[in-house]
């Protein structure tokens, strides 16, 4: 079983602040993650892929690894209103990504 | 090169019907998913596909469940008969797969059907 394990939320923060999401995985074979926003009603959206402990950053966007810890994280800098929504942490293994139940992140203005 | 399409959009039956879903991937996409989405259970694979081949299909929740790929670029979803309990969202996700020795794992997905079984 691969558990992949995120806070529900909702997570609220103000509109220009950090917004930190967190992601914790059981499978030490995992080698490829992925985040993905997913507004209300809309299909899943890449954001963000990672592969090797580090960091990765992608515009206001910035995914940390630790595979020693399995955690995986992902920050939003200068948060938005339009930001707001559920955010997937994804692991892949052999060929399949495994879900996590999602954190629902909501920037007020 | 346009997204992952599914269709219907939207699908409204009764119970013991059968239900199509349909799915074209992404052009020159080699692997092909199913996912199913409630709120109780999030986003669950149902199964998936490579080079049109089904590699695992352990997430079909039983025999009222059917998925073929007779193409690259075509996939069905099949439910005979329908239940209730089947409503939820249906999204079809394509990924690349291997090229020029490089694995690219990312997948995409479509707009999803949503399926309500009365």
């Known amino acids: 079983q691969k558990e992949v394990e995120q806070n529900s939320g909702p997570l609220s923060v103000p509109e220009g602040a950090i917004a930190s999401l967190n992601c914790t995985y059981s499978?030490?074979?995992?080698?490829?993650f992925f985040w993905y926003r997913q507004y209300s009603g809309k299909s899943p959206e890449l954001i963000m892929s990672i592969y090797s402990n580090g960091d990765k950053e992608d515009g206001r966007f910035t995914a940390q690894l630790n595979k020693a810890s399995q955690y995986v994280s992902l920050l939003i800098r200068d948060s938005q209103p339009s930001d707001s929504a559920t955010y997937l942490c994804a692991l892949q293994t052999l060929g399949r990504l495994y879900f996590g139940r999602g954190t629902q992140l909501t920037v007020w203005p | 090169d346009a997204g992952v399409i599914q269709s219907p959009r939207h699908e409204v039956t009764e119970m013991g019907q059968e239900v199509t879903l349909r799915c074209k991937p992404i052009?020159?996409?080699?692997?092909l998913f199913w996912y199913r989405q409630t709120m109780m259970r999030g986003l669950e694979l149902l199964i998936y596909?490579?080079?049109?081949?089904?590699?695992?299909d352990s997430g079909m929740p039983e025999d009222r469940f059917s998925a073929k790929m007779p193409n690259a670029s075509f996939s069905t979803l099949k439910i005979q008969p329908s239940e209730p309990r089947d409503s939820a969202v249906y999204f079809c996700?394509?990924?690349?797969?291997?090229?020029?020795?490089?694995?690219?794992?990312?997948?995409?997905f479509g707009p999803g059907t949503r399926l309500t079984v009365l």
């Open positions: 596909f490579n080079n049109n081949v089904p590699i695992d």
């Open positions: 052009s020159g996409h080699d692997y």
């Open positions: 499978d030490r074979g995992s080698q490829s």
């Open positions: 996700a394509s990924s690349l797969g291997t090229s020029g020795g490089l694995s690219y794992n990312e997948q995409f």
